[in-house]
């Protein structure tokens, strides 16, 4: 094995700007879907106990820059998903008032359960296009999707409707079901403004 050296170091220069991912990865709604995959056997996913305190758990997603995580038992088995409007949203103010301060509600009260949750099978994700993914997304009226990977029994990654927006650079509504010529057509009218 070689032993390992020092690297050489250099002043910084005149770098002052940080590099930054592209907002568009060049994609269209024929991309192939896996493309948008947060895949989970790359990435660690967060994941939170159902116990955390939901200010907590809120200053988490906040310092991480994520609007989703995974909640979970001891064991890391899968309870349910919590995102951030479920911590700031309508679903929380029904929960406070005097008898219950926002301080004492856990994230597994306020959490999407498992038996709820949707997901499609990363088996047919490997042939999905992006455009698919929409429609699916429309069609479950969800803004993410878990993805399963079925011969493992394992669930593999997440699909966000915020990561194809942003990827795609158009706005991305899923709280309607639009025919896939709506989509095409605002898929165009982006590329050709």
Do not use: W
Not at 68 to 80: A, C, E, I, P
Not at 170 to 191: G, K, M, N, R, W
């Amino acid at each position: 094995m070689a032993s390992a050296h020092a690297l050489r170091t250099y002043p910084l220069d005149e770098a002052n700007h940080l590099a930054t991912p592209s907002t568009s990865l060049d994609a269209s709604m024929a991309t192939p879907g896996r493309e948008i995959l947060t895949d989970y056997s790359r990435y660690r996913p967060l994941l939170v106990e159902s116990t955390l305190p939901v200010p907590r758990c809120e200053e988490l997603m906040r310092k991480s820059h994520v609007k989703l995580m995974l909640v979970v038992d001891t064991q890391d088995h899968l309870l349910g998903i919590v995102d951030l409007v479920d911590l700031v949203g309508p679903k929380l103010q029904k929960m406070i008032g005097p008898d219950l301060p926002k301080t004492e509600v856990a994230v597994g009260s306020l959490m999407t359960s498992r038996d709820e949750l949707k997901s499609i099978a990363y088996e047919d994700l490997q042939h999905a296009t992006i455009g698919d993914l929409v429609v699916t997304l429309q069609h479950e009226h969800c803004p993410h999707i878990l993805v399963q990977d079925r011969s493992r029994n394992e669930i593999r990654g997440v699909i966000s409707a915020a990561d194809i927006a942003r990827c795609l650079d158009v706005p991305l509504d899923i709280t309607y079901s639009p025919t896939f010529a709506d989509i095409c057509h605002v898929t165009q009218e982006h590329l050709y403004t």
